[in-house]
């Protein structure tokens, strides 16, 4: 019975192995704001293929909500990065600061995050 056992979590861990040469990327990048003049952190995550200079990937734009972050997502949804793969997408993450709405403030010129995003 030991060795059955040990041969099966031997097969589980190679392929536990495996399955991680195959898997979407997950970093955390600044990406300059030249609307605010400071650099904004987001999550990117690219698919397990992207690295393939002729292929085209789909983007989507995950927005956390109020008062939350950049890594929002990734902490609370684990699965994300397994639906990058699943469907070969790009997933970006950006910060939309503690209440910005994702609008861009009349008053506070440090807060301009609909440019940020959208252009």
């Excluded at 990048?29 to 952190?41: G, L, T």
């Excluded at 995550?45 to 983007?59: N, V």
Aim: aromatic share 10%; charged share 20%.
């Amino acid at each position: 019975m030991k060795i059955i056992t040990r041969c099966l979590l031997g097969i589980f861990l190679v392929l536990t192995k495996l399955s991680a040469l195959h898997a979407a990327q997950i970093d955390t990048v600044q990406i300059y704001s030249a609307a605010m003049d400071k650099e904004i952190p987001a999550v990117v995550i690219t698919p397990d293929g992207y690295e393939d200079e002729d292929s085209h990937f789909p983007t989507i734009y995950l927005l956390h909500g109020y008062s939350d972050n950049y890594a929002g997502w990734i902490t609370k949804a684990s699965v994300v990065p397994e639906l990058a793969d699943q469907y070969q997408t790009i997933v970006v993450m950006p910060d939309g600061g503690y209440n910005s709405w994702y609008l861009d403030s009349p008053i506070d010129p440090q807060s301009q995050y609909e440019t940020h995003i959208a252009r």
